[in-house]
């Protein structure tokens, strides 16, 4: 009989099924073998998500929590393998494998030529497996298991070229920030433990009141922190890594160095996302301190908008993206803090169709662009790339929140409570998140015009021995021996197996605000997996829903929109009709320029106190310890003392019988002397 624990085993272990068959058995199946066991996996699972979405959404199965695997058991404590499904797991669930079925799609384009094909495929399947686990999980074990699986793939996947030291470096980075962050969370998983005396969702939960209220403890002595506090941060601070929450924001922007169908599942449905659905997930324990929520929107609201001023100043395609990726993480953490779950997870999910898009897009533009990423050479390209370019505007207007897509909807929602929420720090975060719009608006189109319209600023050296543009050869150490902006041959359309993943994901890019809005955020959808206390911005703002029609007539009276079309208009005239203006503005405000190209310093600030300073410190150590301590002091010291008493009791042995006939008359009369004083 096929039961709800079956399908829900189904969908976890196809993606590792496919996984393993690829990786271990990469060379018996070969390439064909490899993408079609991946592809077949995750579509399983894509499509079982959806049969769950159904039934959770219709009522047909309720709540799903049950454990399936005793992990261990010492005395009261007791680790499982288990899932809790509900509504918000369900779409989480959809989400994931949706984006990463058209990701495998895509790569077949992509990644054909590559010598690591079927590796890429098996890494690419488990990546969908971790982050299965852990938005399925029923407990903060099996969560810390998915949240160290997906980082460690995303490891793997940014480093997929190894031979690149720019790649090496880049995955080095990613591993140790989230170290940083994850340690913070490892440390509020202990405190829920130390607390609850339990690792399960639904015990924490239902005492989290009970059990937390007026709780306290000192983390420095004489001052004592609400344990709520004290969890609700610690969890944050793994959230900061892994969702790229500024300070911890460093690793994300250089994981473009991994191929480009990876920066789309990292940015759009995977890692990235972990965090924002942890914190949605433990709303019960974020709701009991209102300085956590503020910590979590402020540090939000400040990734929101200074991570987007860098997107102006970027050059390179990819990154321009990732940037925007940041900001948008921002958008979703200020919703979380405000206390808006439900407007968080919504921009999420919108938010995962339309950048997968444009990252998608991107790397069907560095396909035709024979792997140049700089937008200085490209230009025109919308004549050569008619689907990559319409689709690429389709995600460009959903960004952008251009009234009627899917991100006007989440993210006017998202600006919307935080003008209506009066907690501490708001204020701020309004102001963060409205000049956001009017930035996220200025890069996002500075990126369509520089790619697809205005002149072409590539050269076409048209050769005999000219290959396919769609190519993935960028693994090559040598993809770059091509002068910038000179190309073999002139740019031209992706293969179906790219451009069709973009057309699946342009139309919920347009679509799927229209018809989730509505029960998401001011309906009962997400009643039971989130909790919000005294009803929260959103419950304000359901007494003026009267539809997403009117939504829309009234988004077109807002500040957001009105800021988004100056960003627009900005764009349009400095990078379509006088490009010449944003050379003038780079010279005449060259400080800011300077600031924002070296990312506000912050990477100069860690590689100079952490990496080189733990260098300097480690070198230090190391002669102060290593080598003055245990080599010369201890090791060496020991071997010096015997060699120094040997040396001086070697004179006693002269050979001579005197000698020792003097020796054992003295040695008797000390015996001797020795025996009368003790008696």
């Known amino acids: 009989m096929i039961t709800p624990k079956l399908i829900l085993l189904v969908i976890a272990l196809a993606p590792l099924f496919g996984a393993i068959v690829a990786g271990l058995f990469g060379r018996q199946v070969g390439r064909a073998g490899a993408h079609t066991v991946t592809i077949a996996g995750v579509a399983v699972s894509f499509l079982l998500s959806c049969y769950v979405l159904y039934q959770?959404?219709?009522?047909?199965?309720?709540?799903?929590?049950?454990?399936?695997?005793?992990?261990?058991?010492?005395?009261?404590?007791?680790?499982?393998?288990?899932?809790?499904?509900?509504?918000?797991?369900?779409?989480?669930?959809?989400?994931?494998?949706?984006?990463?079925?058209?990701?495998?799609?895509?790569?077949?384009?992509?990644?054909?030529?590559?010598?690591?094909?079927?590796?890429?495929?098996?890494?690419?399947?488990?990546?969908?497996?971790?982050?299965?686990?852990?938005?399925?999980?029923?407990?903060?074990?099996?969560?810390?298991?998915?949240?160290?699986?997906?980082?460690?793939?995303?490891?793997?996947?940014?480093?997929?070229?190894?031979?690149?030291?720019?790649?090496?470096?880049?995955?080095?980075?990613?591993?140790?920030?989230?170290?940083?962050?994850?340690?913070?969370?490892?440390?509020?998983?202990?405190?829920?433990?130390?607390?609850?005396?339990?690792?399960?969702?639904?015990?924490?939960?239902?005492?989290?009141?009970?059990?937390?209220?007026?709780?306290?403890?000192?983390?420095?002595?004489?001052?004592?922190?609400?344990?709520?506090?004290?969890?609700?941060?610690?969890?944050?601070?793994?959230?900061?890594?892994?969702?790229?929450?500024?300070?911890?924001?460093?690793?994300?922007?250089?994981?473009?160095?991994?191929?480009?169908?990876?920066?789309?599942?990292?940015?759009?449905?995977?890692?990235?996302?972990?965090?924002?659905?942890?914190?949605?997930?433990?709303?019960?324990?974020?709701?009991?301190?209102?300085?956590?929520?503020?910590?979590?929107?402020?540090?939000?609201?400040?990734?929101?908008?200074?991570?987007?001023?860098?997107?102006?100043?970027?050059?390179?395609?990819?990154?321009?993206?990732?940037?925007?990726?940041?900001?948008?993480?921002?958008?979703?953490?200020?919703?979380?803090?405000?206390?808006?779950?439900?407007?968080?997870?919504?921009?999420?999910?919108?938010?995962?169709?339309?950048?997968?898009?444009?990252?998608?897009?991107?790397?069907?533009?560095?396909?035709?662009?024979?792997?140049?990423?700089?937008?200085?050479?490209?230009?025109?390209?919308?004549?050569?790339?008619?689907?990559?370019?319409?689709?690429?505007?389709?995600?460009?207007?959903?960004?952008?929140?251009?009234?009627?897509?899917?991100?006007?909807?989440?993210?006017?929602?998202?600006?919307?409570?935080?003008?209506?929420?009066?907690?501490?720090g708001s204020g701020y975060a309004y102001f963060c998140v409205l000049i956001g719009v009017f930035v996220t608006a200025l890069y996002s189109f500075r990126l369509i015009y520089l790619t697809y319209h205005g002149k072409e600023r590539f050269v076409v050296e048209h050769k005999d021995h000219a290959h396919h543009a769609g190519h993935a050869d960028d693994h090559a150490d040598d993809h770059g021996h091509h002068a910038p902006g000179h190309l073999e041959h002139a740019p031209h359309e992706s293969p179906w197996v790219v451009t069709l993943p973009l057309i699946l994901l342009a139309i919920p890019s347009v679509i799927i605000g229209w018809l989730t809005i509505g029960p998401m955020l001011f309906g009962d959808y997400f009643a039971g997996a989130i909790v919000v206390k005294e009803g929260g911005p959103l419950a304000e703002l359901a007494h003026e829903w009267h539809g997403p029609w009117a939504m829309l007539l009234h988004g077109l009276m807002a500040p957001p929109f009105w800021l988004a079309l100056a960003g627009f208009a900005v764009a349009t005239y400095v990078y379509l009709f006088n490009r010449s203006i944003a050379d003038r503005a780079a010279t005449m405000f060259a400080p800011i320029y300077r600031l924002l190209q070296n990312k506000y310093g912050v990477d100069d600030l860690y590689f100079a106190v952490f990496a080189r300073g733990g260098l300097k410190l480690g070198r230090g150590l190391w002669r102060g310890g290593d080598v003055a301590v245990i080599d010369n002091g201890i090791v060496n010291g020991a071997a010096a003392l015997v060699r120094g008493i040997a040396a001086r009791v070697r004179r006693v042995q002269s050979g001579y019988l005197y000698h020792y006939a003097f020796a054992m008359i003295l040695g008797l009369i000390v015996l001797l002397a020795g025996l009368w004083l003790a008696r």
């Open 56 to 424: 959770e959404s219709t009522g047909g199965w309720g709540v799903f929590n049950e454990n399936l695997y005793t992990w261990f058991e010492i005395g009261p404590l007791s680790a499982h393998v288990g899932f809790l499904v509900d509504r918000l797991t369900a779409v989480m669930m959809v989400v994931v494998t949706s984006v990463s079925l058209l990701v495998h799609i895509y790569t077949i384009g992509y990644m054909h030529e590559d010598p690591g094909y079927q590796r890429f495929f098996s890494y690419i399947s488990l990546f969908t497996f971790s982050m299965l686990m852990l938005v399925m999980s029923n407990n903060f074990m099996q969560l810390f298991f998915g949240w160290e699986a997906v980082g460690l793939v995303s490891y793997l996947l940014i480093g997929f070229w190894f031979k690149r030291p720019t790649a090496i470096f880049a995955n080095m980075k990613a591993f140790l920030v989230n170290r940083v962050g994850d340690f913070g969370f490892l440390l509020g998983i202990a405190a829920v433990l130390f607390w609850f005396g339990s690792l399960d969702y639904a015990v924490v939960f239902r005492s989290a009141d009970a059990t937390l209220t007026g709780k306290t403890l000192e983390v420095l002595a004489g001052h004592p922190w609400e344990a709520a506090t004290v969890i609700g941060v610690l969890l944050f601070i793994g959230a900061m890594g892994k969702s790229a929450q500024v300070p911890l924001h460093v690793w994300l922007p250089d994981s473009m160095e991994g191929p480009t169908p990876i920066s789309a599942l990292i940015h759009a449905a995977t890692m990235v996302t972990a965090g924002i659905f942890m914190v949605a997930r433990m709303s019960p324990l974020y709701e009991l301190s209102e300085t956590a929520l503020s910590f979590v929107m402020i540090i939000g609201a400040t990734t929101a908008l200074f991570t987007g001023l860098i997107g102006i100043v970027q050059n390179d395609v990819k990154r321009v993206v990732a940037y925007s990726t940041l900001s948008q993480l921002g958008y979703m953490t200020v919703a979380l803090g405000v206390s808006a779950y439900s407007a968080a997870i919504f921009h999420l999910m919108t938010h995962a169709f339309f950048k997968a898009l444009l990252f998608l897009g991107a790397g069907s533009v560095i396909m035709a662009m024979h792997h140049e990423q700089d937008m200085r050479y490209m230009g025109g390209l919308k004549k050569y790339m008619p689907i990559t370019f319409i689709t690429g505007w389709i995600g460009t207007l959903a960004l952008t929140g251009f009234p009627g897509f899917s991100g006007f909807f989440s993210k006017d929602a998202i600006i919307e409570a935080v003008h209506e929420s009066h907690r501490f």
